[in-house]
């Protein structure tokens, strides 16, 4: 594996080994070669939930749909990159609106909540409105060339409480199966339940803690479920919102190659020290000793 904080060339004629890239997913996309992926695992920023502390972030928007446009700008770039029978799996939550509040106080529970901005409640939204932003996107994804294949509930049994009385605790998410072609590769065999059913569409699986970051974290056992259906051993796995470098843990695990893009240095440089400390680490793969993250 190696880390390159600005990616100066064009790597259209292949990636040889896995590679995380900090800039901006849109960027560094276009100069990766076409078809090079079997599929992508991604759990982009979540609109209006979270400042992730980087200029250029995906989430802060004021209009939702500016939002969904600028992700569907991205997996234009993804469909791209992704081979003919490649899939995606995209995890997303819902949010809902501000009631026009400028911010949002420290939670004790979850400290991560607070926001120094937030933005105002949309057009044709009302206050306390559940936005639906994970359905507008789906659907805005599927009328933009993609096969929207599945649902997928990620139930949380531990999820965060929250200081609500007027609805239930949502405890709960969306990974999407979307897929490039009518055909596609997809390995049921290598996901199927514990009585050998086929595997059904809600998931429960616990959030992970992950000490080293102060923001929410892709769970392991969410990601290695997609990367099993989606591709096979040294085949090519995306994911253009890598954070804590999840999808490259588990790729690790399950001796996949892997491309991860990741905005924010900080999350970069803990990213590259988590896969490194993989159990199970695949040896073959190089640590570029000049590019390598401090």
């Known amino acids: 594996m190696r880390f390159v904080r600005e990616p100066r060339e064009t790597y259209a004629s292949g990636v040889v080994e896995s590679t995380v890239f900090q800039g901006d997913a849109s960027d ?14 991604t759990s982009p920023p979540y609109w ?14 004021d209009d939702p749909n500016d939002y969904i446009a600028r992700l569907v700008a991205v997996f234009d770039q993804v469909h791209r990159v992704l081979a003919d029978d490649g899939t995606v799996w995209l995890n997303i939550g819902d949010s809902y609106t501000s009631g026009n509040r400028a911010y949002r106080a ?21 206050p306390k409105d559940l936005v639906g932003i994970l359905w507008r996107l789906a659907f805005d994804l599927q009328e933009a060339g993609w096969y929207l294949r599945s649902d997928i509930i990620w139930e949380k049994p531990n ?8 609805r ?3 405890s709960h998410e969306y990974v ?7 055909r596609y590769h997809y390995r049921a065999d290598n996901i199927r339940e514990g009585n050998g059913r086929n595997r059904r569409t809600v998931w429960s699986i616990p959030t992970e803690a992950f000490a080293d970051a102060h923001f929410a974290t892709f769970p392991t056992s969410l990601v290695e479920p997609c990367v099993l259906a989606g591709s096979e051993p040294h085949d090519w796995v995306l994911d253009p ?13 399950q001796q996949r190659n892997y491309v991860g893009i990741e905005l924010n ?17 695949q040896e073959s793969i190089r640590v570029d000793s000049a590019l390598a993250c401090r």
């Open 176 to 182: 999407f199966l979307l897929s490039k072609s009518l």
């Open 168 to 170: 239930p605790t949502r």
């Open 28 to 41: 560094i996309l276009g100069l990766l070669p076409a078809g090079l992926f079997r599929c992508c695992v």
């Open 106 to 126: 420290p939670d004790k529970k979850n400290p991560v909540r607070a926001m120094s901005y937030r933005a105002k409640t949309p057009e044709g939204l009302k």
């Open 241 to 253: 919102f890598f954070g804590s470098g999840t999808v490259g843990v588990v790729c690790e695990q």
């Open 265 to 281: 240095p900080e999350y970069v440089e803990l990213a590259v020290a988590r896969i490194r400390r993989t159990e199970g680490r």
């Open 48 to 61: 209006g939930l979270r400042d992730y502390q980087a200029n250029g972030q995906i989430g802060a928007e």
């Open 159 to 166: 999820c965060m409480p929250e200081s609500v009385k007027d």
